[in-house]
């Protein structure tokens, strides 16, 4: 066994669970902190063009960027869990086959979404809400968003693969990297001193620092510094590798899709009420700040998941208990903290993108309503992610689904036409009450299904 194997082992299978899930996550927070710099950086940039009609253009495009990260998410973590699950039960080889067959399949869907987004690139920014003052911007944008696929699947699918093996620092340093050549790109490629290409500027810079990310992600697997190695004979897509590897990772992105759902959905219940394009544009600007909370969360639940999935590889019962017991209690502190911040915060947050008053009025309401009852999402995230690790992914999808689609889609079609902006503002609250009743009647069964999955394998 190699040096880098040994090492692996050790944090996965022997590290206290709860040391083991923070040495994994700290590191991956971060990249994923430095990712959601993309978004802010863009949104901050573009902010300082004096367009609300700019703001309002990249609003629109963001359920389109949640689709595309769902897309890259269905692949990337059923990858990590499975070869987790592979890595846990001594089987590197079989690690290997999955995650080289992961992101080939990655590459080729990347080539199918850049080309369709860009020829159906109107009615999709059309479908998304965009108006008729918006779009040419709106199009500007999502452009170079579509080429970024060429890179973002496979870089999506080789990060969790690092992630699966605790190789944390290589993802680390890729996201990082990218996120700061982002910061630099941003005003030289969008103002009048550089190339001054205003919106499309913002997306081209992310979308030249999103390859770079995918090079040093390439180089390290390519260079065999890795435990899981990306060898061309490994690359062997099976119907049964695949349905598995999709049935695992579906929940997580649906999770996305749901996000997207729920941001179009806001969108087009705005657009008929009055200062409709003010409050897209504040929309759009809470969502890219909600998204900074999400990523502490899943970057928390990066660290959890290839331990739990480990263990349960390894059948280690005690270990995975208390991986998940930790995991439970870490969420939930980590989604307080969120909430408190934004809530108190939440006013300057905004004037930092944006000081128009009707704007900024509307921001502040819709960031604090958004996370009023925030821990729903960490505790619907840690839930979907442990039974996907245990081998139920169909209850996984169904609690992937409850928070922004099953229970945020009916209020945010109904209340609006009730109560106006209000409407909108009670719409995320409502769904996170029901999302938290239903993850606290299925942590029992949870619990159940984990201890039979790991006795009859």
């Known amino acids: ?26 590191p991956a927070t971060l990249a994923l902190l430095a990712k959601a710099v993309y978004n802010i950086v863009d949104t901050g940039y573009i902010g300082m063009l ?24 269905i692949f990337a973590a059923g990858a990590a869990v499975l070869a987790g699950r592979q890595l846990g039960a001594k089987d590197d080889e079989g690690a290997s086959h999955t995650v080289t067959t992961v992101i080939g399949l990655s ?22 809400g965009a108006s008729d003052a918006s779009l040419p911007l709106a199009k500007d944008y999502a452009f170079w968003m579509f080429i970024a696929a060429l890179a973002n699947l496979p870089a999506q699918s080789m990060n969790c693969a690092a992630r699966a093996e605790s190789s944390v620092k290589i993802s680390s340093i890729a996201v990082i990297t990218g996120a700061l050549l982002n910061v630099i790109l941003d005003p030289i490629f ?54 598995t590897v999709t049935l695992i990772g579906i929940p997580t992105a649906v999770i996305q899709i749901c996000l997207s759902l729920a941001s179009s959905l806001t969108n087009i219940a705005a657009a008929p009420l009055p200062n409709s394009d003010e409050i897209i544009a504040a929309y759009g600007v809470v969502q890219r700040l909600i998204l900074i909370g999400c990523y502490v969360v899943m970057g928390f639940m990066q660290g959890y998941q290839p331990v739990a999935s480990f263990a349960f590889g390894a059948k280690d019962e005690d270990r995975f208990h208390q991986s998940v017991r930790f995991a439970l209690r870490g969420s939930l502190l980590l989604t307080v903290l969120v909430a408190i911040v934004y809530i108190l915060l939440s006013k300057p947050l905004i004037l930092l993108f944006n000081r128009n008053p009707i704007i900024v009025d509307y921001g502040r309401y819709l960031l604090i309503s958004q996370v009023a009852l925030y821990p729903a999402f960490g505790l619907c995230y840690m839930m979907t992610i442990t039974f996907q690790t245990i081998g139920s992914s169909k209850y996984g999808l ?26 909108i503002y009670f719409s995320q609250p409502a769904a996170d009450i029901l999302t938290i009743l239903v993850c606290i009647f299925s942590i029992k069964s949870m619990k159940r299904i984990a201890s039979k999955n790991m006795q009859s394998e």
């Open 1 to 26: 066994m190699s040096d880098k194997s040994s090492q692996s082992q050790s944090v996965l299978g022997a590290m206290k669970p709860s040391k083991a899930i923070i040495k994994l996550a700290i």
């Open 50 to 73: 004096d367009s609300d009609i700019a703001l309002t253009a990249v609003g629109v495009t963001l359920p389109l960027l949640l689709i595309m990260v769902s897309i890259e998410n």
């Open 107 to 128: 590459i080729l869907i990347g080539i199918v979404l850049c080309v369709g987004g860009i020829i159906f690139i109107e009615p999709l920014l059309r479908s998304f």
């Open 190 to 243: 969008m103002f009048d001193w550089g190339l001054n290409m205003g919106v499309e500027g913002a997306s081209l810079a992310t979308t030249v620092s999103q390859f770079v990310t995918f090079a040093i992600l390439a180089w390290f697997y390519l260079s065999g510094r890795s435990v899981i190695k990306i060898k061309v004979k490994s690359f062997r897509p099976t119907w049964d590798l695949i349905k």
């Open 398 to 423: 169904f609690l992937s689904m409850i928070r922004q689609g099953l229970f945020y889609v009916p209020f945010i079609l109904i209340l609006p036409n009730m109560w106006g902006v209000k409407g």
